[in-house]
């Protein structure tokens, strides 16, 4: 199962991603992270792990990629992967492993003026697309902030899109245009409300189609507090296992 986790800045992304893979490794399961927000320099300790070497580089590179979409005129389905991946296809050099989780970075923006995140958009997709998972085994993709992944088609490839809302107008408007845009390749959307408390939590009930409504996570100080410190997020939380037993029966 390919889980995509999407929504605002800030509202959760990848810690409600950091908490769902360990919870689900716990459950035997084989867990994939992709880290494919190139701006995020956190989801790796959030997981107690060191940031894996950009997975651009197994394909020559940045460069080497915005190249290839130059002289194909394309900035979408080149065809970097020609052939279907599993888990054990991915180079361990690639990927910080442990506990049942291997974490990869898709690439992230390392210099001043070094260009766009293109590249990066092309190979969530393709990689998305190409990967191919077992019984026992979910793939959760930590994307970038708001809709650009939706326009480059990254979700193609997934089997559920998760929507992290925090208390906010902007998390209620996004989620809509969000389960929209789902609707329109015909892939489940699920919400996950986080960083709630109960009056805002019966708010943003109200105002979501109910049926999609996934999990919802409290506000929590340990979270938040290992968040600044950018500590592993060591606690199992029941809200996160609930979640997690709610998606790997394909939602509903
Ligand atoms: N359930 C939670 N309880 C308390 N604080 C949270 C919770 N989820 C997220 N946070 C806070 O929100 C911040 C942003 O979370 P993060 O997962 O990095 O967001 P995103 O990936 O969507 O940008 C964290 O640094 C932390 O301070
Ligand atoms: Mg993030």
Redesign the pocket.
């Known amino acids: 199962m390919k889980l995509l986790v999407c929504?605002?800045?800030?509202?959760?992304?990848?810690?409600?991603?950091?908490l769902l893979a360990k919870s689900a490794a716990k459950r035997g399961y084989r867990v994939l992270v992709i880290d494919g927000?190139e701006s995020?320099f956190?989801?790796h300790r959030?997981l107690g792990m060191d940031l894996p070497e950009d997975f651009m580089n197994y394909f020559g590179g940045k460069k080497k990629v915005l190249e290839l979409m130059r002289t194909s005129g394309k900035y979408r389905d080149i065809n970097i992967f020609d052939r279907k991946w599993r888990f054990d296809d991915i180079p361990r050099e690639y990927l910080s492993a442990r506990d049942g989780i291997s974490l990869l970075a898709v690439g992230k923006i390392h210099e001043f003026g070094e260009g766009c995140a293109c590249p990066m958009g092309v190979l969530s997709t393709g990689m998305l697309e190409h990967l191919e998972t077992g019984e026992n085994e979910i793939v959760i993709v930590?994307t970038d902030?708001g809709v650009e992944h939706f326009g480059r088609g990254v979700e193609r490839g997934c089997d559920i899109v998760i929507v992290?809302m925090?208390p906010t107008y902007e998390s209620l408007m996004l989620s809509k245009k969000i389960e929209e845009m789902a609707d329109s390749i015909k892939k489940p959307v699920y919400f996950v409300l986080?960083?709630v408390d109960e009056e805002s939590k019966q708010f943003m009930t109200a105002s979501i189609d109910s049926a999609k409504l996934a999990g919802v996570?409290?506000?929590?100080?340990a979270?938040?507090q290992a968040?600044?410190r950018g500590e592993e997020l060591e606690l199992q939380l029941p809200e996160i296992d609930a979640l997690v037993e709610f998606l790997l029966k394909g939602g509903r």
Do not use: E, H, I, Y
Request: charged residues 20%.
């Open positions: 929504g605002k800045g800030g509202s959760g992304k990848s810690t409600v991603s950091a927000d995020n956190g989801l959030q930590d902030a992290v925090d986080n960083k996570v409290p506000m929590n100080r979270v938040f968040c600044l």
